[in-house]
């Protein structure tokens, strides 16, 4: 939906959409996705080549962006160091490269190329490795991977590392990448959309796949008092239900949006619109209006953005912790794409067309297999 | 260069109370406990991984290896803590996560025509034994799950104490994994099964067997402490989460000690051990 945020703020505000009908090579005729562009030019540092696949230039161009090295740089110069980890979410780093390795092989061969390296890429640690080397840092480094949630959850775990003072400044958020795993494992599932996915509609259909990389620097507020913007709360909760289909009635749901409005010491009314996760499935949106519904009746206005990004998975968190800071800076509800009226069952307010009204806090939903439930709450100090 | 002063990293500080564990040679912590005080022999011998019995008939014929696995370790290592499940935050760690489930499916991928089976599909999620514990727990807790390849275990073991430490609650902390298939194996050599789970608690709180501080590097740590036993020798290079070893054989002897990890990249963490 855009390179940075002024890109996505005029994705948002123009209601122009990055998703598109999916490539002949990914086999899933009428299905659309959500691909960044031109990420093969992206290239790495020399001295880190290593890490080079799909994931990690993307970290790379996202890296890029909005001055974001430059000013981990700065808070390095002042802090040191050591003293800022690196927490990234993940659901399948650069398992798209060992796709790639096992076709790459001759016929009859087992064994995968030598060249192929697992670590570099492959593995969920290569996110995390990558991060750090490439903005100098030598905080503690992890990759967290819980399904979709992992980017959100990216932000709760680096707020534990400034709590306990082992970091005076965190770089969080996700990285997830288009491979055929996710691709082919979802369309099995039966929760691939056909056409752009349509959160929220009466009729939707299901998932259009995404790829997204975001991050964030998170500093206690005493220093950074020249940020505007707070993560004011963060909650997590599991399900305990089952793998892959959330709790009907949203009792986890609930319970996340419950905590991180707990940890930010609000009121659901001092919520101004809600990032719902709102897939696009039967099942996951129906949960979150029940859930949503419950906590918020029908007064907090919200809408799903996954009709501009498609389903980011594990880095849908972070990518909408990003939009819900555009949200805030502009005064914009985004209303669902794609979409003329909400699901008649629906008992939350779902927005279908852009409203401009100031937004001081935004709660943002993230859900995943295993049962796994993130919310954050992002707004002005 | 940076004018920023070089600050000592500040430690992180958590309680021990249960403990679980399976391994070859090591069926338990219980059992085990002399083999890694070094008053009893250890022979290998592969590890009988319990069927769960938190788990109801379904979701047990859907767990995998590393699921029974970690739900084994977890279970030791809450039997006696006064905690049921339910209660605990949990912190799950796992270089590979299910990577034969991921191999079948990177098989399926790879065959004209082949199909990804759903239920391969949602098991092959990193938080996969973490969502079967949730289930058969019934818990409603956060839970999160951590990959960090070689760093698995000191690295997670970091970030359950500062859970512990940054809420002031109790955090269930497992880490586990499973030998791959071909050809995946080959990239990533994973001999043997092991997991081990620790119940860390608030410092101060009781029910601790030891207090723990830990403390990440910026650089390599200058020794690891202890010379290694053959245990370590033997099981360390075979399964990212042997890397336990050390303390748990520092638990096992009931002594004060000072551990240390060399991480990935020219980092380390050190710990300091006080038994109770």
């Known amino acids: ?381 | 260069m940076s004018g920023a002063p070089e600050i000592v990293p500040a430690a992180v500080r958590c309680g021990i109370g249960g403990l679980g564990l399976l391994g070859p040679g090591l069926p338990g912590w219980a059992t085990s406990e002399p083999v890694l005080a070094g008053a009893a022999p250890w022979q290998e011998a592969p590890p009988t991984v319990p069927t769960p019995a938190m788990l109801a008939p379904a979701e047990r014929r859907r767990a995998s290896l590393v699921v029974r696995l970690a739900l084994a370790a977890t279970a030791e290592a809450i039997a006696e803590s006064g905690f049921t499940p339910e209660m605990l935050d949990t912190v799950f760690a796992s270089s590979n996560g299910d990577g034969a489930v991921v191999g079948a499916i990177l098989d399926a991928l790879a065959t004209p025509g082949g199909d990804v089976s759903p239920t391969l599909f949602h098991n092959s999620v990193h938080n996969a034994a973490a969502g079967y514990w949730g289930i058969g727990a019934g818990s409603m807790r956060p839970s999160v799950s951590l990959g960090c390849h070689d760093d698995t275990f000191p690295l997670g073991l970091l970030q359950a104490a500062t859970e512990v430490a940054a809420w002031g609650r109790p955090v269930l902390f497992c880490a586990y994994d499973a030998p791959l298939n071909a050809p995946l194996d080959a990239c990533r050599p994973t001999a043997v099964p092991f997991a081990v789970a620790m119940l860390l608690l608030p410092e101060g709180e009781p029910g601790a067997r030891a207090t723990l501080a830990l403390r990440h590097l910026p650089e390599e740590p200058v020794a690891e402490a202890c010379p290694r036993s053959g245990l370590r020798a033997a099981l360390e290079a075979a399964n990212p989460a042997a890397r336990a070893l050390p303390l748990l054989e520092a638990l096992a002897a009931r002594q004060p000690a000072r551990l240390a990890w060399t991480l990935l990249d020219g980092m380390g963490l050190e710990a300091e051990l006080a038994p109770c």
């Open chain 1, 1 to 381: 939906m855009g390179t940075g945020l002024a890109a996505t703020r005029a994705a948002l505000e123009e209601r122009h959409s990055g998703l598109a009908p999916s490539a002949p090579e990914d086999d899933l005729p009428g299905t659309w996705v959500g691909r960044v562009a031109g990420l093969e030019d992206v290239s790495l540092p020399a001295a880190l080549e290593r890490f080079t696949c799909r994931n990690n230039r993307l970290a790379e161009l996202a890296l890029r962006s909005d001055g974001f090295a430059e000013a981990v740089l700065a808070v390095r110069e002042h802090h040191g160091a050591a003293r800022i980890g690196v927490v990234l979410g993940t659901s399948t780093a650069g398992i798209a490269e060992t796709e790639a390795a096992y076709r790459r092989r001759a016929p009859g061969e087992t064994a995968l190329p030598a060249d192929f390296d697992f670590a570099g890429t492959h593995d969920l640690f290569s996110l995390a490795r990558y991060v750090r080397a490439r903005l100098g840092l030598r905080g503690p480094a992890m990759t967290l991977s819980t399904a979709c949630t992992s980017g959100a959850r990216s932000f709760l775990e680096g707020a534990a590392l400034l709590r306990t003072g082992q970091c005076d400044a965190v770089v969080v958020g996700g990285v997830d990448t288009i491979c055929r795993m996710t691709l082919q494992g979802f369309n099995a599932l039966a929760l691939l959309a056909q056409g752009p996915t349509r959160p929220c509609a009466a009729d939707r259909g299901g998932i259009s796949i995404g790829e997204a990389g975001s991050f964030a620097l998170l500093q206690r507020a005493e220093d950074a008092p020249v940020a505007s913007l707070r993560l004011l709360g963060a909650g997590a909760s599991s399900d305990g239900h089952h793998m892959s289909s959330p709790h009907p009635e949203g009792l986890g749901a609930v319970a996340a949006m419950r905590a991180a409005l707990d940890a930010a010491g609000l009121a659901p009314e001092a919520i101004d619109y809600v990032n719902l996760h709102g897939t696009g499935t039967r099942a996951n949106d129906a949960m979150e209006d029940r859930a949503v519904s419950h906590l918020f009746g029908a007064a907090a206005p919200c809408s799903s953005t996954k009709g501009w990004s498609g389903h980011t998975l594990g880095a849908s968190g972070a990518l909408e912790a990003a939009i819900a800071v555009i949200c805030v800076e502009a005064g914009l509800v985004p209303g669902c794409l794609g979409v003329e009226t909400p699901d008649p069952e629906f008992r939350a307010d779902v927005v279908t067309a852009n409203r401009h009204a100031p937004v001081r806090s935004v709660l943002s939903n993230s859900f995943g297999f295993g049962g796994s439930n993130c919310s954050l709450i992002i707004g002005r100090a």
